[in-house]
């Protein structure tokens, strides 16, 4: 499969080697010389199906293995281990013994329903930067805008950063 990727990935950029008209061949000025239309698609639809092409490779690589996305939005607690006529199971020098039993973590859901966000957001602004730069040869002017808010949107992560702060200071608590 990669061999089959590395190939199709050497034909595209042939072909976009040879469909490319750098400005410096037009005529000799440095004015930037817009590229036709179909190839600021082409080149734009490229990144994206690249970009969701990562992705699946990801997905693929972590299906193989004993991966789970429940296990992965799941956070570890300690728990004393209790048997099963109800008492405290204890080690050889009469400590409980502490087992870690996995818990939903709303905080990890709502952290990767904001990257997912997040992600798409970039890839869309990206696509119009790309776009523009394409057509002016300059990015646009507002793209400190652009990254403002996606800045803003890094609030999504608040819950999931309360919730590791809140673990920093647990052991300081009285019990």
Request: include cysteine; hydrophobic fraction near 50%.
């Amino acid at each position: 499969m990669k061999k089959r990727i590395n190939y199709y990935c050497q034909i595209i950029f042939i072909l976009l080697m040879f469909t490319a008209i750098p400005a410096w061949a037009t005529d000799g000025s440095a004015k930037w010389v817009s590229p036709a239309n179909w190839f600021i698609y082409l080149v734009i639809l490229i990144v994206l199906i690249g970009s969701l092409i990562s992705i699946l490779i990801i997905r693929t690589s972590l299906v193989n293995e004993k991966w789970s996305i429940a296990n992965a939005l799941s956070e570890g607690t300690q728990l004393t281990e209790i048997g099963e006529d109800g008492k405290v199971i204890t080690d050889d020098s009469n400590n409980p013994r502490m087992i870690t039993k996995l818990y939903p973590s709303s905080s990890r859901l709502v952290a990767l329903m904001g990257m997912i966000v997040i992600l798409f957001m970039f890839l869309a602004f990206g696509s119009f930067s790309l776009f523009s730069f394409a057509k002016t040869g300059e990015m646009p002017n507002s793209i400190n805008q652009v990254t403002k808010f996606l800045l803003a949107g890094l609030t999504l992560f608040a819950p999931y950063a309360v919730n590791k702060l809140s673990k920093l200071f647990e052991g300081l608590a009285p019990k």
